[in-house]
């Protein structure tokens, strides 16, 4: 889909209601994993998916309480189309939102906003603090163990698997090559 809203104007959005330098690294993390996952799953609208995983959280650090809720009124600044808004409310659906994914670039980003949070948390444990060199069954390690990054919701993770019709493992898998190949544009922007 063609989009308006232009990626500089997207990050100064971003920067004006966000400065924790982890919730921007965050929104940079989930607009690259998104802009993988558009060339990967051959939807050509790499500029649009990725637009949607920088805002996702534009609302989050300042109206935590209103998350998904305070996005529409922030994303008009910017003359955001329908289609980003939806997606960007979409992703907080059943915990924040009463806004259902419906396309696969929405279902993708519930899915994938929070295993990246998990798959970050695993590579820092790693002495490479690094996901390149993880394997997937360090990732599924990690997932099964409920202490670890106890904040990232496996139950979330799992119906978004769902959502998409995908097996768990695909999502982790993909997820996890999306942050590898992605990682050094990542740590560019931050």
């Known amino acids: 889909m063609e989009t308006k809203v232009t990626r500089e104007k997207a990050l100064e959005l971003l920067k004006k209601y966000n400065k924790d330098t982890f919730h921007l690294q965050h929104a940079y993390t989930v607009e690259a994993v998104m802009r993988w996952y558009a060339k990967e799953l051959g939807h ?3 500029d649009f998916w990725g637009l949607c995983g920088l805002l996702h959280d534009v609302d989050f650090e300042n109206y935590p309480e209103e998350h998904c809720v305070k996005a529409p009124e922030l994303l008009a600044e910017i003359d955001a189309e329908e289609e980003l808004v ?5 992703h907080g659906y059943g915990i924040c939102s009463e806004v259902k994914p419906e396309h696969e670039m929405e279902k993708v980003l519930f899915a994938a906003d929070e295993l990246t949070g998990l798959v970050g948390a695993a590579a820092l444990m790693r002495p490479s603090k690094s996901c390149t060199d993880m394997e997937l069954s360090s990732l599924k390690k990690k997932f099964k163990d409920k202490k670890f990054a106890a904040g990232c919701s496996r139950d979330i993770i799992r119906t978004g698997a769902e959502q998409l019709g995908w097996e768990l493992d695909r999502l982790l898998s993909m ?4 942050m590898k190949a992605t990682e050094e544009i990542v740590r560019s922007q931050s």
């Open 44 to 46: 050509g609208d790499e």
């Open 86 to 90: 939806h997606a960007v409310c979409s």
């Open 175 to 178: 997820t996890l090559d999306a």
